[in-house]
C-alpha cells in the first residue's frame, strides 16, 4: 500500500452486500495514486461499477472506509466530494446548449457569471470543441456529446474524475478516438481518473495501472504490460487477450522452472508462485508467441499439432490445433508468403519456449487433468 501522502484515493476493508445476501464488493484494499489514470477491469457484475459509486457518494459500503486526501468520505455528501463524473449516456440536458449544460454545475457551486463563462471557454477548449457553445446536444454526434460529458467533469476543476463505461455507447472507430483524447486530457491536466470498462483492449490502451476485478475482489493490479505478459492468476490470464490454457499437473521444480504432465507429453514452464512444487496448474501460453514448423531442438517446448481450423484475419493467420490433448490450442501467425498453403487436416510441428509458459496456480476454471 502507498503511503497515505502518495495516495489520492484509499479504500480500506470495503465490502458492499445488497439486501443482506449479495456481496458486490469483498474486503476491498486499493490505493490510487495522485494523477494517475487507474482502470477498473472486469466482466459484467464483479464489482468495479459499485466501487465507483461508493466512491462517488451515489452507494455507502456495507462495512470499510473510503479515504480522499487522507480524509474518510463517510459522512460526505456526492455534492461536497468535489468529484466530477462520466458516464456512459453522456447525462446532458437535452433543452439546454452546450454553454448551458457546462455552466450548470459552476452556477451550483455560486460562481458569478464571468467565471462561469472563461471555465466554459477552458473546457471546451480542453476537449477541441470551440465554437459548439450554441449548440444543442441532438446537433452532436455521438463523440461530441461524450466530450461534452468530459468537459462538464472537467469544468469546475477536480482533481478527481470518474468515468464509468464512457465509451460503451459510441462504434468501434470512436471509441479508439475518444480513447486518446481522454488519455490525452489526463495527462495534460494531471488530474486522477478512476475509470471502469469490461473492454480489455480499452483498459491497455489508456491506463497507468489497471486493476482486474473478479466477484468482488481484485485478482491483480499492475500496469498494462505486466498483466499482458506476467499474470499471475489463471482468471487474469484468460481474460487479459488471448492465451491458452493447459490443465496438468506439477511433476518436479527447480528454481523458477518446472516439469508438467500434460494429457499430450510433459511440458517445461516457468513457475509463476515458487512455493508451489507439486499439484494441479495452469499453463498459460500467449498464441502469437507458438512458433509454427521451427527447427528441431529450437525450445524446449515441441509438439506434433492436428490443424483444425484456419481462419484469415487480414494481418495474421488464426489456427486452431490439437496439442496436448486440447483442441482448441490458438495460434497466430502473420499473414506472409507461405502460411496460405496451410489447410485444414494438416499436420504441423510447433514449439515455444519456457519463458513464454507459464505455470498458474489452478483455480477451477478449466477441467482438472487426471492421469490415466
Known sequence: MLETADAHIQFRGVTKIYDGRKTVVQGLDLDVRRGELLTLLGPS?????TCLMMLAGFEMPTSGEILIDGQSVRDLPPRKRGIGVVFQDYALFPHM??????AFPLRVRGLQAAQRADRVRRALRIVRLEGFENRPPNELSGGQRQRVAIARALVFEP?????????????RRLR?????????????????VLYVTHDQQEAM???DRVAVFNRGKI????????????????FVAKFIGDNNLLPGRILSAEGDICQVETSGGAVSAFLVDPNQSSGATVLAIRPERIALAPEPGTYRNEFDADVEEVAFLGDHLRLRLTVCGSSDFCVKIPNIVGHGA???????????????CRALPDEGLLDRYTPG
Not at 344 to 351: A, E, I, K, N
Open 45 to 49: 457484475g464483479s464489482g468495479k461499477t
Open 205 to 207: 490502451a489508456i491506463s
Open 342 to 356: 496451410l489447410l485444414r487436416g494438416d499436420r504441423v510441428r510447433v514449439g515455444w519456449s519456457v519463458a513464454d
Open 97 to 102: 446548449s452546450v454553454s448551458r449544460n457546462l
Open 219 to 234: 485478482e491483480q493490479i499492475a500496469e498494462p504490460e505486466t498483466l499482458y505478459e506476467e499474470p499471475e492468476r489463471a
Open 159 to 171: 482533481s478527481l474524475v470518474l468515468m464509468d463505461e464512457p465509451l460503451g455507447a459510441l462504434d
Open 176 to 192: 479508439e478516438e475518444m480513447q486518446f483524447e481522454i488519455r490525452r486530457i489526463q495527462q495534460s491536466l494531471g488530474v486522477t
